[in-house]
Every structure is written in C-alpha cells, then in structure tokens.
C-alpha cells in the first residue's frame, strides 16, 4: 500500500460516508411511506440527481473496493506486482460495470 | 520434613533453520519462577545443546522474548505461574523471524527495518552549537516519551500479523522509532522519515489490529505511534500536492 492508494481509500471513504447515510435514510422514507417499486422508478427514472447520487457512489464504492480487496489479495495470496495491480484494476472495473449498469437502470427513461 | 516435588511439563522448540519440533521436558516448579527460570534450568541440568538468548534477567535488554503458550513474552520478566495452562508451557522461538538454533532468532531483519524506517537522528546542528533547550511538556516531547523506552525485544514485531502476511513490513518498533524522530525538533530530515515509512512496506500498512500494543511488554503503544504517522503522511501528501 502506497501513499496514493492510500489517500484515495480514505478520501473515496469521506466520499461514500453521506451518500450511504442518505442511501439508508431513502430506504428508511421508502419503506415508511409503503413505496411501490414503480412509484420509487417513477422518482429515480429520468432524474440527474439520483444519477449524480448514485453514480458518486458506485466510482467511490469501486475505487475503495478495489484497494481494500488489493491488500487482502497482496496479503492472504501473495500477488505482487503486474498480478496484483491487474487483479485490482479487474475489481475496479467488474464493479464499476455492475454498479453503473444497476445506476443507469433505475435512472434512465 | 519432605513434600513432593511438583513439575512442568514444558513443550520446548529444538531445530535449526530448516526443520524442528517441540521437545518434552519436566522441571521442578518452584514458588517464585520465571519462563527464563525453566528455559535455563533445561540447559544447565538436562540439555546443554539448547541454545537460547538473554543477558540482563531484569527486563532492559530485550534478549530473551519467546513464544510462550503462543504468546510473544518477555521471558526473565514473565513468572510461570501468570502463564501456566494445565501445569504445561509451550516455549518457541519469537514469531515472523527465521530461526538460528532452537530458541534463537535471527534478528537481521527486525533492526534493519529500523534503518530503513529511517529511525536515525538527522543532525541539524554542529558540536560547536549549543545545545538546543527543550520543553518537557511540549507537544512533540510527550509524544517522544511514550515511544522512547522501547527495549528492542521484538515482541510487537512478533505479535504483528500484517508482519506475518507482508514481509515488507517494517514492523511496529521501527514505525515506532520513526515516530519519535519525527517528533523530535533537533532532527533535520523529517521528509526524509515520512518517505521512508509511507512507501509500500510503510505505516499505511498497518491494520490496527493493535496486537503490538496489547503484547509490549513495557506497556508502550506503538499503534498509537502508526496512526501519529499515517496522519503525519496525508498531511505532507496534501502540503506537497498545494
């Protein structure tokens, strides 16, 4: 772990610290409030706002991830070097697709 | 007048750097008894291959840490009776360092990580200067004092699992030491410390686990210490970015 990877651990974390207490409070309000799953699309689709929200979150979530799972891998299985870095970058990537598809599904009309 | 004598079984390690196992021993328990007690008692009345390290007897040289009941300990300060299990004690050679001979350890890589962590004074004055007053109670003495009476024993380095899993760690005494010279205002070359300890076997690789902390046997912290030093890194990591 170098400086780099370490500071953008931290500050992908200061990042995703709001956004999953505002993700939590919508469910909360969700659930409270009985939403359907089309009256909850019927909010989100369409909207820049949740697409801001949560696409913030899904490159924070992917970028933190990726250098968390990096340590483990580097510590448990010994990848070094190319191996390593190609494993994490993997990770970044494979969430960045899942999350950002999953954001663009519930965003887009 | 006559009462029975009670004994130890205690497991010891025997080997050298390619193979070993434990080695059972029986030794006459005595009222006041430390770990270094029995390890010497082996060598002088059943096995005097066995090889093993110490020199002071009263906790200030840090020679004699063993694994003791898979717990890193200073041994001459370490009484049989606060770590008996059953009437049995398991002693090995300290963890995350390669064995010489049976209780000894080679401890190359344990100070050499010092000097890598940059754990050396960088002068800023001259013999010919005076000596610069300082503050007992300034902040950055304080947080020298609480590092400074680290003995070397390398119990933390042994209790360290991220020690265990990344052998480029530096460790916690080295971070440790590197913390107090960070602190100290007579060192000139604190970028140069901050370099060496945030690099890949650097501070930020420090989980806080805090096993370092709980195991020291003179009661330091050096988590504590990491955690002065990871702040210190992100700061200078901004500083140098503006």
Not at chain 2, 142 to 170: K, R
Request: charged share 20%; aromatic share 8%.
């Amino acid at each position: 772990m170098n400086i780099r990877l370490y500071m953008l651990q931290r500050i992908t974390a200061l990042i995703m610290a709001p956004l999953t207490l505002g993700h939590i409070a919508v469910m909360i309000y969700a659930v409270q409030d009985g939403l359907s799953a089309s009256e909850i699309l019927g909010r989100t689709q369409g909207s820049n706002m949740w697409l801001l929200f949560y696409g913030t979150f899904v490159v924070a979530v992917s970028i933190h991830a990726a250098i968390g799972v990096r340590v483990i891998v580097s510590e448990t299985f010994k990848f070094v070097g190319f191996t390593l870095d190609a494993f994490a970058w993997f990770v970044c990537v494979a969430m960045l697709f899942m999350g950002g598809r999953a954001v663009l599904a519930v965003t887009l009309l | 007048m006559s009462t029975k004598q009670e004994n130890i079984d205690v497991s010891v390690w025997r080997g050298d750097p390619h193979s070993g196992n434990y080695e059972n021993f029986k030794v006459p328990a005595h009222e006041s008894q430390t770990i270094l007690d029995v390890v010497s008692w082996i060598q002088q009345n059943q096995d005097a291959t066995l090889s093993y390290r110490y020199a002071c007897r009263v906790g200030m040289c840090g020679s004699c840490a063993m694994m003791v009941n898979g717990i890193p300990r200073w041994t001459c300060r370490t009484h049989v009776k606060k770590v008996l299990k059953g009437k049995k004690l398991e002693v090995a050679p300290l963890r995350n360092l390669p064995v010489i001979k049976d209780l000894v350890t080679d401890m190359d890589t344990f100070f050499d990580k010092w000097i890598s962590a940059e754990g050396l004074h960088h002068p800023s004055k001259t013999r010919l200067d005076p000596i610069e007053e300082i503050e007992p109670k300034s902040l950055g003495r304080v947080e020298i004092n609480a590092g400074i009476e680290c003995i070397n024993c390398s119990i933390c380095y042994a209790a360290c699992d991220t020690v265990t899993n990344n052998s480029d760690y530096l460790g916690p005494a080295a971070l440790q030491r590197a913390w107090t010279v960070y602190n100290d205002v007579k060192d000139a070359d604190k970028q140069t410390v901050l370099n060496a300890v945030s690099g890949d076997g650097g501070c930020l690789n420090c989980h806080s686990q805090g096993s370092c902390s709980v195991h020291c046997p003179n009661d330091l912290n050096p988590m504590n210490a990491i955690a002065g030093l990871k702040r210190a890194t992100a700061t200078s990591f901004f500083n140098r970015k503006g």
